[in-house]
């Protein structure tokens, strides 16, 4: 396991700067996941309409037919996302290493500007990651199916206090006590959430 004493220090610019970018790519995270499934529920609820509208002529698709042809979309849709930029991350990684050896300077190449070192376990690591990763959208997509979007999706969101336990106990990170506090008042308030959402699901009629 990797700790917070392994990790190289950080000044205080490089601290503030990486504050500011992970804030924001939380924000963009919480802007875009949080906005997942409303294509899938838009598609689910223009389905069941024409269903109903041409029930007499074919019958409406089944939650898994939805889902397992949403999945098949999702999968071809990630390529055109991600390649362009793994693409443009390595162009000007390359562009910026070019540019500083063109000086000849004797220093040492600032981090952007140095080609990516890859170890041979980062394609373990990224299947791994991808895997789990494709299994919570399977997952997300049926209960986003039987519980609706605003309940459904949101209540998945419980996983918030399975990645912090991941990075408390598996990685070493929150290692004062204060920060371990906060983090259990948080995870108290996410569980009341969820709680109080699990409660409006509707019941048999």
């Known amino acids: 396991n990797v700790s917070c004493e392994d990790m190289p220090q950080k000044g205080h610019g490089e601290k503030k700067l990486a504050l500011l970018s992970g804030m924001g790519y939380a924000l963009a995270t919480g802007l875009f996941d949080g906005s997942l499934m409303t294509a899938f529920s838009a598609f689910e609820q223009e389905q069941s309409r024409l269903g ?105 969101q419980v996983c918030v206090l399975v990645t912090s336990a991941w990075g408390i106990i598996g990685f070493g990170e929150l290692p004062d006590f204060s920060s371990r506090v906060s983090f259990m008042a948080a995870s108290v308030v996410v569980l009341v959430g969820a709680f109080l959402l699990a409660l409006q699901v509707p019941g048999d009629s």
Do not use: M
């Open 52 to 156: 109903r509208a041409e029930e007499s002529k074919r019958p409406a698709p089944s939650a898994e037919a939805l889902a397992l042809s949403y999945l098949l979309s999702f999968g071809l849709a990630l390529p055109f996302v991600a390649l362009p930029a793994i693409g443009l991350v390595l162009y000007l990684g390359e562009h910026s290493s070019r540019k500083y050896d063109q000086h000849g300077s004797s220093r040492q190449k600032p981090a952007n500007a140095q080609k990516p070192d890859v170890p041979p376990g980062t394609v373990f690591a990224g299947v791994a990651c991808g895997s789990l990763w494709a299994a919570g959208n399977f997952a997300s997509i049926h209960a986003t199916l039987g519980l609706g979007q605003a309940i459904g999706f949101p209540l998945t």
